[in-house]
């Protein structure tokens, strides 16, 4: 890609901070958005100093104004864990719609491209598996998830709207389940709540009896994914995540497993609206953009324990 002046929402969280990397990285300049909601500056300590990168502290839910010319929009800011939407329902709410309309109409000024992080969840609990982009989901539209997923939802159909209306060249990127270092350690996903409770031998906790299963894509894949789609001609929605599936009761056997651990494993009541299957069809991704995962769950599992374990002793 030639250097771009690139404008990142959420760029101090999980995968934005990642993605913030590469884009520097290739030689973009980048600013990130965000209101350090559930990110950190930690996460982007190392491109601080370079002279092509720049934070600015903002809530998305309020009008973004750029002066320099601006010629990418991706827009990742929102809580993104049940227990930090939960924490955060409004906030959620805002950032997938109002932030969505905020983002959009940044690029609508600037003539920018788009890309919207937009999640599996918008397949709800899916009454098909492996679900593709064809499939239009099955959400309860008022739900204890709702915040989340309808405002994921919405900002789909804010994307596809803009995108018709003022022909803003847009793309929509439907992550799945994503795991790796510089995860939240108590935001409730599951890898690393295993991880936590395995590295100190404490129970196990699944909700439910352990058959819900997910798919789990190493960070870096998902990132390469992302890339992948931002570098390409494609203005579409995209499934990217690993279709290797797993019940939640392997991965907590895989993780005691690999951390060497005593733990037990115990079971609790499952909270409402949890999926019962999570796995992503990722023909169109494999076809269209040459894109597929490549880290296998024990490696990335293994790298994931390696910093948990590197957080546990330093915190
Ligand atoms: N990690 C996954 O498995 C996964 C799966 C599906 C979709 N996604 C999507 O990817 C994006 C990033 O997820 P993540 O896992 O990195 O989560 P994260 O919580 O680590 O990162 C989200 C970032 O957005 C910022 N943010 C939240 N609300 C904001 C607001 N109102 N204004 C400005 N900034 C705000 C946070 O401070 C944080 O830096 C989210 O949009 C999420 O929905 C992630």
Redesign the pocket.
Known sequence: MVAMNIVI?????????YLSERLINDGHNLIV????????TE?IRDLMDDKNFSFIE????NHIEIENKVDYVL???????PK?YTE?PV??L???SI?TLNTLGLAKKHNSQYLL?????VYGDPLISPQNEEYWGNVNPNGERSM?DEA?RFAEAAVATYSRSYDIKAKIV??????GP???LN?G?VVTNFIFQALQDNNITIYGDGSQTRSF?Y?ED?VDGIISLMQSNEYDVFNIGNPNEITVLELAQKIIELTNSKSEIVFKSLPSDDPKQRKPDISKAKSKLGWEPKVNLEDGLIKTIDWVEYKLTTE
């Open positions: 929402t959420g760029g101090s969280g999980f995968v934005g901070s958005v965000d209101n350090l909601l559930t990110g950190s996460n903002h809530d998305v839910q827009h990742f800011a929102s809580a993104a864990s930090a955060h906030n959620t805002k950032a997938g932030g992080a937009s999640t599996s969840e989340y994921k439907r992550i799945f389940n994503t795991y510089r995860m939240q935001d996903r894509s960070v998902t």
